[in-house]
Each structure stands twice: as structure tokens, then as C-alpha cells.
């Protein structure tokens, strides 16, 4: 970047500072024209009615119905999770073998925000007294309220939460105050780059497709893209994610968390709360590494559910629990599914049947 | 630390701004201190061993130049180390297992031990640049250096150190002993080609790597729908590394520092010799210059010359990971050379017909490009198929099998993964278009310097910066040339 010719030195490096501040400045500004394009449709001072930190609408109802369907059913044992649980617990198996009524409280793409209003919002709003109540979680989201609550997995939310919800929008809000949050809020702030993605990116993502089949033919491309590379036509694996060292400081963690508000949930229930790690695919028929950050967040974290009156049960290292169970990523196959549930049972039935219960302490703890 | 992170940029700015109001002494020991924390942000056992690698060199070099008449020994000292330490790490298992599996097919059980080692990432780049220097003093074409530090700094160098390129030591040391000066022209470059690296990072290879990572998880692929997902993986692995190294020279720049380039447009090669003259230059001239011409080079008849290239070229594919197929990639490169010198002999190319010139060469060109482009799809599937029985299969597939729907399926995938590709092949055809007859790139530039470049690159830098925010992939993966 050499500015004219014939200049003194001096003169051409202030020139040569100058375009550079004025190259970073460029840099900045022409990003506003996502704004310009999308300023109509952006409507960026609404906010979320139940979460005032995040901007939006609510795209629906609290679902209500639930609660009186569980009334009706009274469950002995309540299953939250996403498809962590889901692709593990048959609830008709785990019943029979039990003897009490399951209710399964599952949402896909879920995330601990979801699972905690599902306990506050319908379990214990229902009045039902199960035995326990069981969450599943993966490594450290379980203290990682942000997990899934962008803009793409937030709509779930909507079923489970009731017109205010302070106390997740503090925890939100505790969460958003860290570095990356406050930069991503700047910038969302000065471009409304939310606004522009959700009309861009499905543009990109279709246009192939209608060239390809015709806007006609178009949703049947998608659908069999989509259906084409399901569960069904996966292959197993090798390795599934390894645990990330992320989050893994539990104290730090646990503070922008909804734990507490569900293990105080639990108590003000009458229920015991059983929050359940599931063991992610095992590599060379063993558990996968687990760093030392991740041992000692998991040592923490059964301490702390301990000594707040809950039960922290944890596949990992369960060699019942083999590999070829698995289907993709840390997903029960279907056909292991009975099997797993029946694990399941085995391990935790003193809090299922507590009558059963032979020792005095649960094999959870 | 990694690039696409806001821990990095953080550290980056804060680093940048304090080096530059060091005097030259101080900013040396800043930028060493600097590079350790950078490599030992998540590990810090990892320092241990870089800091090993580089205290046995240093000795290793200092001891060959006083006491000439154990050269050899000191360089062996040297090469078992590094060697030893890259071989213990990323390769230990690898031998279990394979010793198992061969004990196994003679009816020998034997419990293997299994260390779950963790590979240090970066190991195999600062392994061969230390290398480089205690060579380079052994062969009396670099003096040892007397300052630690300096060298320590060389070998940690912070904007490269986890995935090059790989800079031979007589290259960047003289940078790191020599007072540097802030250059408002190369901080400007610099940061041309740090946006350029993050969009095709964040934009191009993180987009089509989602389409590479499903394709390659399906366990029943059919033809369309695995060539797509290797042609994705092939722009995934060229956006995702030379990113890397853009970022990387970009960062230097604005340190004072210039590293070489890594890439030179290979999908346009029209050649094997000319793919690698253009892909990963810094790990083929290494290779070349340490390994093959040591061998001999192609000084010894073709039979030798074969030898050489296949065993450079197998050693080059081990040095990417420990497992086959690279091995395999590796091989087929070499036997792709060979074929193509074989061929050369016994066929020599005709002339083209005088007369139709510039449109018969200009076709000749274009389907020598495709041609090449076709077998660097091959070995990409290879390099990403872990499993042998999967690329045997992979191999097999008839095009003719497929169901309509998987064809349109891998039409879309195609078309999807060339949509985001775009400016790679843009950027790669003008380039191209500048290049002389002897190969000779010329200015791309045709917007006179000053303030109309200086507009030209804001705009296209907003426009890079613009897309990260509206296109970057939701899902973030590392850059593919740590795990080597």
C-alpha cells in the first residue's frame, strides 16, 4: 500500500497510516449494510416475553395440558431429557419392570434451560409425587446454561415456559456477562446479524436445491437430503466427540447454572432427583478419554448434588454399556434400546421400587 | 490458543501493542514468553517438550561446531531425540496395534498396551523446523547460534508453531536476530490476508466440511453422493489449511516477520510434480531437500529416481498421521510422479498444432487441470477414509447404480459445496491469469496504488468480514492440520 509517488517520507508513512486506519475502518463499516438490508424486518427491540435478555417473539402457548395429563397418569418416575434420553429409555420397559408409570418429558435438541422448566413448569406445578425424577445430561451441559438456547434451539422453550421466568433470565443474564457473550451481544447490537442469517442462510442452503429439481421439486430434494443421511444410514463411528475441556471448572460453572434451581425444584416437589451422565461411545471397547479437568468437574459435581439432597448416577465406565449399543455419535441404537433400559433399571432400581432396597444405600450414590 | 477464538484476538492485540514498545532485546524475550503461552495455553506439559526439542538442538549444534570430529554423533543425538519424541508421540499406539493385529492373524493373542497418548498438537511442524536447523549447521550451511533464546523463539514462533508453514532456520532466525521495524505496508498486507484466512476458514471450509463430515459418516454411500462429499472434503482441506497459513503470515506481518508462502493455487496444477510445487510447498521442499535429495535425488537413473520418490513420498504421507491410509495417499502420490515420468519417456507430448494455438492450448490446458484435479480426488478419499474396507468399496462403486434420488442429492451437495467455493476459484483463476509463461506471477492488482487500493481492500475486507457474521458455519471445527 504505497501512497503517490514524490512525497517526503514522512508524508507517505502518515499516507500509508491513514489508509490503514482507514482500511480497518472499512472493515467495520460495511457490515452496517446488513443492518441497511434488514432494518425493516428487524424488529430488535422486542424482546422475548418469558427472557428479556434475548430479543424475539414467542412463537408459542406454554403447554399447558401437560400438567393434567400428568395428574391423571401420576408417574412413579419422570424421564427429562433430549435425545440422549430419548434414544435410551423405553419408559414401557422401564414401567414393567418397575411397576409404576413413566412419564417421559422429552424434547430433541434440548438443553438444561428446557429440562429445568419442565421440572418447575410441570412437574412440580402438577402437584404428582413421583419417586424420582431422572434428567440426562452429556459431560459439563448440564451447567452450561447456554447450551442450545441460541437462536436455532430457543423455540422449544416456548412449550415450557410459563408469562415470566426471572430467576433462568438472571442465570441467563450472569452467562451472557462473560467475555464471548458481551462481544456476540455488541456485535448483534451494531449489525443484526440474527436477522439477516435467518433470511440469508436458508437462501444459500435452498438455491442448489431449486436449480437442481425446480422450485417444485425442491422440498422433495430437501426432505430426501435430510432423510438420506439419518440415523438409519450412518455408519458407527469411530470416535465420537471427545469430552471438551470447556466449562469443565464446576464452582465457576455452576454459578451460571440452573442446577441449584433444580435441585431446590426437587425438594420443594418431595421428589428425589436423580440427574444421570450418559456414557458417551466408548473408543477401542473402552470409555472415551476423559481429560483430568473433566474427572475432577465430574467429583465436584456428585459432591455438590450430594450434599444438596440429590443423586448424580454415572454410566461412564459401566462395561455393560458396549459399543456396539450404539448407533451414531453417543446415541443408543434402536435395537439396544429395551436392553439399555433394562440396564438402566438394574442399576437404579432402590430408587424405582424403594421396598427393594436391601443395603440401605442406593447403588446410584 | 487458536486463531478462531476471542481468547486469540484478545491475546493478539495485547501482545502486538506491547511488543512494538519493546526495544529489540525485550521484544525477542516478549515474543519467546508470548509463543510459550500460546502453546501451553490448554496443555502445559506441552512446553516440556518443546522446550527439550530446542535445548537438545541448541547443544546438539553448539557441540558440532566444537568438537567437529563428533559431528555425526551430535546430529544422531539430535535426530533420535526429536525423532524419538515425534515417534513415541504420535506413533506409539499405532505400532501397538499393528504389532497386535499381526500377532493376532498367527494365532498369537497378546493384550496390547494401550497409553492413550495424547498427541501434542504441532509436534510434526516444530519437529521438522528444529530438524531443519541442526541439518543445516551439520552440513556447514548455518553456523550454531550462540543465544538460546533467539533460537527458542525460532522454534516457537507463535503464528505458526501448531500447523506451519514450516520455515527452514535460515530463513526466519536471521529475522528473529535482526532488529525489527513496525511496517505500515506490511501491517496493511497483513491484515488483507488475515481476513482473506478467517473467511475461508470460517465461511468455505468450516461450510463444506459439515457436507465432507456427513458423507463420510454414511455407512452405505452410494457414487454421487461419496464423490460429492470428497469434492467438499477437497475444498475443506484447501480452504481450512491455506487459511491457516494466512493467517499465520498475516499475524507475522504485523510482528515485523515474513513467513513463505504455503500454497500456490494447486487445484490448478496441471501436473503431479506441479501439484507439488504448489501444495503444502513448505513440507514438500523439506521433504525434498532432506530426504530426497539426500537419497539422490534424480541423479541416479530412473530405477533409483523411483525408489526415492516412493520412499520420500511414504514417509510423507506417515508424517500427516499414524494410520494406512496416509500411508496409502502417500504411496499414490509417489506412483502418480512415477507414472507420470514413465509415461513422459516413453511417449514424449506432441507439439501443438501450429495454427490453432491459444484456443488447442488453451483446451489442452483446461483438461490437463480437470485430469489433475480427478486424481487429487482420489487421493483426498484415501486421506479421509480411515477405513481400508471402505475405500476398497469406495472404489468400486458404479456410477450407473445409484438411485435418482441420491443423484440429485449429490448434484445439490456438488453444486452447494461450489457455491461456497466460489471465491477460492476465483481467486485461483485470476492468479492464473496473471501468471507468465515461465510461471512468473505478476501483480493481480490492476487498482493503482494509494487510496483507490486502499479503498478497494477495505471494501473487500468489510465484504469478508460481513459474510463471516451472515454465513459462518454454525458448526466450528478445528483447523484439520492440528491433528497432524
Known sequence: MIPSTGAPPGTRVRGSVVQLLAILAMTLTVPFSLRVMHGRSADTTSRLPYLPVFPGHRSQLFHAGRIPELQQMNPGAVVIGDSMAGTRIDERVLSKRSGVPVAPLLQAGSGPAFWYLALKNWVVASGIKPRVVFIFFRDTNLTDVMFRLDDQFRWSLDMVASDTEEELNDVVQSALDGPFYAVHQGVERLYHVDAARRTVEPMVSRAPARWIAGSAGQPRLLEHANQRFGLDHLRVMEAADMAADAGTDFAASVKQSVLPLMLREAQRGGFKLCLVRVQRRPVNGQPPVQSPALKKYVHDLREYVQAHGGILHDDTGDPAITLDMYEDGDHIARHARADYTRLFYERLRVLLRPALRVNGAPAAQ | ?484
Not at chain 2, 519493546?22 to 516440556?48: D, E, K, M, T
Not at chain 2, 500447523?163 to 535482526?178: H, K, M, N, Y
Request: proline share 5%; charged share 15%; aromatic share 18%.
Open chain 2, 1 to 484: 490458543m487458536i486463531f478462531h477464538s476471542l481468547d486469540f484476538v484478545l491475546f493478539f492485540l495485547v501482545f502486538t501493542a506491547i511488543y512494538w514498545s519493546l526495544p529489540h532485546r525485550p521484544q525477542n524475550v516478549f515474543l519467546f514468553a508470548g509463543s510459550y503461552f500460546f502453546y501451553g495455553y490448554v496443555h502445559l506439559w506441552f512446553l516440556i517438550l518443546i522446550a527439550t526439542s530446542t535445548s537438545i538442538d541448541y547443544c546438539a549444534a553448539r557441540g558440532m561446531e566444537a568438537r567437529p570430529a563428533h559431528r555425526r554423533k551430535f546430529l544422531w543425538l539430535s535426530i533420535v531425540t526429536n525423532f524419538g519424541m515425534l515417534g513415541f508421540f504420535k506413533y506409539f499406539d499405532f505400532f501397538v496395534d499393528n504389532v497386535a493385529a499381526a500377532l493376532a492373524t498367527m494365532g498369537l493373542p497378546w493384550h496390547q498396551p494401550t497409553l492413550r497418548i495424547l498427541l501434542p498438537v504441532g509436534i510434526s511442524f516444530y519437529t521438522f523446523q528444529a530438524m531443519s536447523y541442526t541439518i543445516d549447521v551439520y552440513k556447514g550451511e548455518l553456523h550454531a547460534r550462540r543465544n538460546l533464546l533467539d533460537l527458542a523463539t525460532f522454534v516457537s514462533f507463535f503464528p505458526h508453531l501448531v500447523a506451519g508453514p514450516i520455515q527452514r532456520a535460515s530463513f526466519l532466525l536471521p529475522q528473529v536476530e535482526t532488529p525489527r521495524r513496525f511496517s505500515v505496508d506490511k501491517a496493511t498486507s497483513g491484515f488483507g490476508l488475515i481476513c482473506w484466512g478467517f473467511f475461508k476458514k470460517l465461511v468455505i471450509a468450516d461450510n463444506v466440511g459439515v457436507i465432507a463430515n456427513k458423507v463420510f459418516a454414511l455407512g452405505d454411500p452410494t457414487f454421487p453422493l461419496l464423490w460429492s462429499g470428497v469434492f467438499a472434503f477437497a475444498i475443506q482441506i484447501y480452504a481450512d489449511f491455506s487459511a491457516y497459513t494466512d493467517i499465520a503470515r498475516g499475524t507475522s506481518r504485523w510482528l515485523g516477520f515474513e513467513l513463505t508462502e504455503n500454497f500456490d493455487h494447486p487445484y490448478l496444477a496441471r501436473t503431479p510434480a506441479d501439484f507439488w510445487r504448489r501444495w503444502n510447498i513448505s513440507l514438500s521442499s523439506w521433504f525434498r531437500d532432506y530426504v530426497y535429495i539426500p537419497l539422490g535425488g534424480s541423479k541416479a537413473g530412473d530405477a533409483k529416481w523411483a525408489r526415492n520418490v516412493m520412499v520420500t513420498f511414504l514417509l510423507s504421507g506417515l508424517w500427516h498421521g499414524a494410520s494406512w491410509n496416509y500411508v496409502l495417499w502417500g504411496a499414490y502420490h509417489g506412483v502418480l510422479l512415477v507414472l507420470t515420468r514413465a509415461r513422459r519417456i516413453l511417449k514424449p507430448a506432441a507439439p501443438v498444432p501450429a495454427g490453432h494455438r491459444p484456443v488447442v492450448a488453451a483446451l489442452i490446458i483446461m483438461a490437463q487441470v480437470a485430469g489433475m484435479f480427478a486424481l487429487t480426488l482420489v487421493g483426498w478419499l484415501l486421506f479421509r477414509e480411515t477405513e481400508l474396507s471402505a475405500i476398497v468399496r469406495a472404489l468400486t462403486l458404479s456410477p450407473f447404480s445409484a438411485p435418482a434420488d441420491d443423484r440429485s442429492t449429490g448434484l445439490y451437495l456438488f453444486v452447494l459445496t461450489l457455491l461456497y467455493s466460489l471465491p477460492l476459484w476465483a481467486q485461483s483463476i485470476w492468479v492464473e491469469w496473471h501468471r507468465d509463461e515461465s510461471g512468473v506471477r505478476h501483480p493481480a492488482f490492476i487498482v493503482p496504488p494509494g487510496w483507490p487500493r486502499a479503498a478497494v481492500q477495505g471494501v473487500a475486507c468489510g465484504l469478508a468480514f460481513a459474510a463471516i457474521l451472515l454465513l459462518r458455519s454454525r458448526a466450528s471445527l478445528d483447523f484439520i492440520y492440528f491433528q497432524f
